[in-house]
């Protein structure tokens, strides 16, 4: 338990679904970060929120829409996705935005898998 | 580019010793970090290297040489409970984390 939950775990959607995940720190951490883990491919950096303002959006297709609300949760809204988007999606928080030394702390992911 | 090369998967005995390395080619170098990931879980932190040298955190130790873009992850007296994956990450000028593969780490008894 690492003080970073995610919601659903698993999810399964066609192409034209809407579906939103979310994540949760429990930590009272600054910054927090989506990233997309695919098999045998590093860890790809979505976004970035510190302090609740969108830092970092790194080319992300417009059909991912973040969304973070207060400091403690995101949301990836996701909508008409395709095959290739299915993965395993990590939520990330920092005690700051990453310097230094500050270590991150992961949730468990949501399993995607777009049909 | 920016890349991060770390074997894909490697295999070693129960109480055994294993060496995982890494080697990272990046715009600058602010720190490099080691995480462990069990199949569907979480990745979590193991170790963060800024300057040459060794650091050692009880069975996991971590070496860095900064000269040689390179770093390795040592674990000794392996358990099964090791099994997972070893994920590198280094940390360039602008502060961004450059990730690698990981490598999945088996263990037989």
């Known amino acids: 338990e690492t003080g970073v939950t995610q919601t659903p775990r698993h999810l399964v959607m066609g192409m034209t679904n809407k579906k939103s995940l979310k994540c949760e720190q429990h930590l009272g951490h600054n910054a927090m970060y989506w990233y997309k883990q695919s098999a045998k491919k590093p860890l790809e950096l979505m976004f970035v929120y510190s302090l609740e303002e969108r830092v970092e959006n790194n080319s992300v297709p417009s059909r991912f829409s973040p969304e973070c609300p207060n400091s403690s949760h995101l949301f990836l809204h996701l909508h008409t996705l395709q095959p290739e988007d299915s993965a395993l999606y990590l939520c990330?928080?920092?005690?700051?935005?990453?310097?230094?030394?500050?270590?991150?702390?992961f949730g468990p992911g949501t399993r995607l898998t777009v049909t | 580019g920016q890349n991060i090369d770390q074997p894909t998967e490697m295999t070693a005995t129960e109480g055994a010793i294993v060496q995982i390395n890494c080697t990272y080619q990046?715009?600058?170098?602010?720190?490099l970090f080691w995480y462990q990931q069990h199949a569907g879980e979480a990745p979590t932190f193991l170790s963060y290297?800024?300057l040459d040298g060794l650091e050692e955190k009880g069975r996991f130790s971590s070496f860095l040489s900064r000269s040689k873009g390179y770093s390795y992850l040592l674990l000794k007296e392996l358990q099964m409970k090791d099994s997972a994956s070893y994920l590198c990450a280094v940390m360039d000028s602008n502060y961004q984390l450059i990730w690698g593969a990981g490598t999945k780490l088996i263990i037989k008894p």
């Open positions: 990330a928080s920092s005690q700051e935005l990453l310097a230094d030394s500050f270590e991150q702390y």
């Open positions: 290297n800024v």
């Open positions: 990046t715009s600058g170098f602010n720190g």
